[in-house]
């Protein structure tokens, strides 16, 4: 396994500063996000699709300091009923330039469509009243299964594969979803990458999700969370209220170890149920906290990744009887 950094989480400093803290830190990878959700601070999305000098300049920056460029994040809703086209574009183009790049994946979500007639996207997550059935199998079986065998197919031309993160409010949030997803596409390019954080504050067991992933993870992004039990308890986990209101909600994304009430030995169990499950790839941090600087957060979770993480091959054999 290898530990790195998607470097949003550091967003305020300059790419070259970033990827001193990455390998003063350890870490041997870098996930860089290109737009969409992300301001994309540390690259130029349209310089690197039209010029082959702006690929080589942005990976050799990467590379003089001993690290890989593991993957580009396109993360967005490319299913917007308003702004899916440009979105798409955004997810497209980084496809393109990854392919340029040698870069085996791109992470990004589903999407989420709006219902029939309607110019906002729709979550769906209970199948009351009754017609929310109807919308659901209308944002899978119309809107969001053409266009990804479309992706697919794309992607697979640019030997690139897409790397789907299971996330709250987009159509694929959970493990089921995201087999849904894969079974009806193509399961040589689209996986999955595994952010336990989302799935653990809808109440996911993560070993279980590992395994039933087994095969299809093609990414891992190492973030937690930390349960507010006193308004957990009074109104539950679905919760709409702001992130930088951390002391009103019901959870919130926090340092690595400061949230799963395991600790440092559920990230030690995560990463091997993970090589049990045929993941070897990296565990890209993400820095998501509110109440923790960037410098110190992305510090401390990658000293815990570096005291759990495997790092080598096994190389166990039967003995010789």
Same mark, same amino acid.
């Given at each position: ?76 809703? #490319? ?16 496809? #393109? ?41 209308? #944002? ?29 409010? #987009? ?7 995201? %087999? ?25 067991? /993560? ?9 299809? /993870? ?10 507010? %039990? ?54 890209? /941090? ?20 570096? %005291? ?14």
């Amino acid at each position: 396994m290898e530990i790195g950094l998607i470097t949003d989480g550091l967003g305020r400093l300059p790419l070259p500063e970033v990827l001193d803290i990455v390998a003063q830190a350890g870490l041997t990878c870098v996930e860089v996000p290109t737009g969409n959700w992300s301001v994309a601070p540390h690259v130029d999305l349209a310089s690197l699709t039209a010029s082959s000098a702006a690929r080589e300049e942005f990976l050799g920056s990467i590379t003089s300091r001993g690290l890989t460029l593991s993957a580009l994040n396109a993360n967005g809703n #490319q299913l917007h009923p308003v702004d899916g086209p440009r979105q798409d574009r955004v997810l497209r183009d980084t496809i #393109q330039v990854a392919g340029a790049l040698g870069v085996a994946t791109v992470v990004c979500m589903s999407g989420l469509p709006a219902a029939l007639g309607d110019s906002s996207p729709n979550w769906i997550t209970t199948s009351w009243p009754p017609e929310n059935v109807a919308i659901h199998n209308y #944002q899978w079986d119309e809107v969001a299964i053409p266009y990804w065998r479309e992706l697919a197919a794309f992607a697979r031309h640019h030997g690139v594969k897409l790397a789907v993160e299971a996330c709250g409010g #987009q159509l694929v949030h959970t493990v089921s979803g995201l %087999r849904r997803l894969i079974e009806a596409t193509d399961a040589e390019v689209v996986g999955a990458n595994l952010d336990p954080s989302h799935l653990m504050w809808m109440g996911a067991d /993560i070993p279980t999700v590992i395994a039933s992933l087994a095969g299809s /993870i093609f990414h891992v992004h190492a973030k937690d969370v930390r349960v507010n %039990r006193a308004v957990a308890a009074r109104d539950g986990l679905l919760d709409a209220t702001p992130i930088d209101r951390a002391q009103d909600r019901a959870w919130n994304y926090v340092t690595l170890g400061l949230g799963h009430p395991q600790g440092e030995a559920f990230w030690a169990d995560f990463v091997y149920q993970l090589r049990a499950s045929g993941y070897d790839g990296v565990l890209s /941090i993400e820095h998501e906290d509110t109440l923790v600087s960037a410098r110190e957060g992305v510090a401390r979770a990658a000293a815990l990744l570096r %005291r759990v993480a495997l790092l080598e091959a096994p190389d166990w054999v039967p003995a010789d009887i």
